[in-house]
């Protein structure tokens, strides 16, 4: 795909312009797992998955963002596993004007200081700031995935899982070859993880 400028619409702006690839928001490299990490990488969704989600609508600001229950619990037990988390989410209201790159940022800072509470960690954040076709990484396309794994040289996509709450989520994981788990109302991300790394333990 060519480089092809995209900008945010009305009521705003995104700010810079955007261009088709991923925003990357981390090391250039991802260091490998610790020793014993059932994982190479967890991929994490955000809204539906960590947070609640704002029904029609996006997390603006900061203080908009809410943890679901038991989510920092769930990160908290993936950090001491040692496993590498990161952050794969599609963020439309970048391109449609409605937040910057300023307020992502910001957004971010708050979801990383409540996981923290409970020692949990993301080692990297990935994001799809654009609209519908103009980039390969919104998805369910694969682009963010296969930054994630570009960034983290020895990761084998048969070593990694993707938690999502949207078949979106975990179409393009399941095609490259990973493993997936959905979340849901019923079915919160601290099962998930209990069902990665097992009832007891970390």
């Known amino acids: 795909m060519g480089a092809r400028p995209v ?3 009305r009521p705003g702006h995104a700010g810079p312009v955007l261009t088709p690839s991923p925003w990357w928001f981390g090391p250039p490299a991802l260091h490998p ?3 014993g990490a059932p994982f190479d990488l ?10 609640v989600r704002v029904p029609d609508d996006y997390v603006t600001r900061p203080e ?4 679901l229950p038991g989510a920092a619990q769930a990160v908290g037990r993936l950090t001491r596993a040692g496993c590498r988390t990161v952050l794969v989410t599609n963020q439309r209201g970048i391109a449609r004007g409605l937040m910057d790159r300023d307020a992502l940022v910001a957004v971010h800072a708050r979801l990383e200081s409540l996981l923290r509470v409970e020692g949990g960690r993301l080692d990297a954040v990935v994001v799809c700031p654009h609209d519908h076709g103009e980039c390969g990484c919104r998805k ?3 682009g963010l995935f296969r930054e994630a794994l570009r960034r983290a040289s020895r990761a084998d996509p ?3 899982v993707m938690v999502g709450d949207m078949p979106s989520d975990l179409e393009p994981a399941g095609r490259l070859g990973m493993r997936t788990e ?3 109302v019923d079915r919160p991300v601290g099962d998930a993880v209990t069902r990665l790394l097992g009832p007891s333990g970390h």
């Open 42 to 51: 967890v991929l994490l969704d955000r809204d539906g998955t960590l947070n």
């Open 64 to 67: 908009d963002l809410e943890l």
């Open 182 to 184: 959905r979340v849901a």
């Open 140 to 142: 369910p396309l694969d």
């Open 33 to 35: 797992p610790a020793d």
């Open 7 to 9: 900008r945010g619409g």
């Open 158 to 160: 048969a070593g990694c």
